[in-house]
């Protein structure tokens, strides 16, 4: 069974920083792209940035220059630092994975509970 847990959420400023985890576990052969989304009330899931096994990046346009994720390959673990942070930022933020439990396995996409980041004064 594979799990995606995520960390680091909470309550942050205008203008802070805020660093998620995602951890994926389990009998995972091999992961291929990893990504965060969000969602904020009222608003349809949204891609914020997604990163290849090699490391390469995309980002929406509206965190580009304030958001870098990365992964830990060795550890199955993906990251989203957050700067800059403002109000419009504040949503339920949603980590994927995309991987295979086998050789001949296909790739399938995980996702994990999400963790809530709130942006406010």
């Not at 009222?42 to 980002?59: D, P």
């Not at 220059?65 to 199955?76: C, L, P, Q, V």
Request: aromatic share 8%; proline share 2%; hydrophobic share 30%.
């Amino acid at each position: 069974q594979v799990q995606l847990v995520e960390s680091g959420g909470g309550l942050e400023q205008p203008g802070g920083s805020l660093r998620l985890s995602c951890a994926a576990s389990g009998s995972i052969f091999s992961i291929n792209g990893m990504g965060w989304y969000r969602q904020a009330p009222g608003k349809e899931r949204e891609l914020v940035a997604t990163i290849t096994s090699g490391g390469s990046t995309k980002y929406a346009d509206s965190v580009k220059g304030r958001f870098t994720i990365s992964r830990d390959n060795a550890k199955n673990t993906v990251y989203l630092q957050m700067n800059s942070l403002k109000p419009e930022d504040t949503a339920v933020y949603y980590c994927n994975a995309d991987l295979r439990l086998g050789l001949l396995a296909v790739s399938t996409r995980y996702w994990g509970q999400g963790t809530q980041v709130t942006v406010s004064s």
